[in-house]
């Protein structure tokens, strides 16, 4: 069964860093876009970034200028850069996986705070 596993995460203070990283553990990655997506409390899912099979990005205005998407095909992974976090940026983060099936990450708790 493929899955995706994400990994990293965790606090930071605002203006720090945090890397997201996603695994997909099937054989196909290279055909699907990968996204990443966040949920606040009380709030719906949220598209922050994607990137497709072939390579073109697409951010949330929210995000641009300080979050960048990466995919490596030769590891099967999607990492997302965060840089100067804000404290509204604080969400539990999940990665997507959208091709012949739609596949999702369990999710990981990032809190920007002091």
């Known amino acids: 069964q493929v899955q995706l596993v994400e990994s990293g995460g965790g606090l930071v203070q605002p203006g720090g860093s945090l890397r997201l990283s996603c695994a997909h553990s099937?054989?196909?990655?290279?055909?699907?876009?990968m996204g990443w997506y966040r949920q606040a409390p009380g709030k719906q899912r949220e598209l922050v970034a994607d990137?497709?099979?072939?390579?073109?990005?697409n951010y949330a205005d929210a995000v641009k200028g300080r979050f960048t998407i990466s995919r490596d095909n030769a590891k099967n992974t999607v990492a997302l850069q965060m840089n100067n976090l804000k404290p509204e940026d604080t969400a539990v983060y999940y990665c997507?996986?959208?091709?012949?099936?739609?596949?999702w990450g369990q999710g990981t708790q990032d809190t920007v705070s002091s």
């Open positions: 990137v497709t099979s072939g390579g073109s990005t």
């Open positions: 099937g054989s196909r990655f290279t055909i699907g876009a």
């Open positions: 997507r996986y959208s091709a012949y099936i739609e596949l």
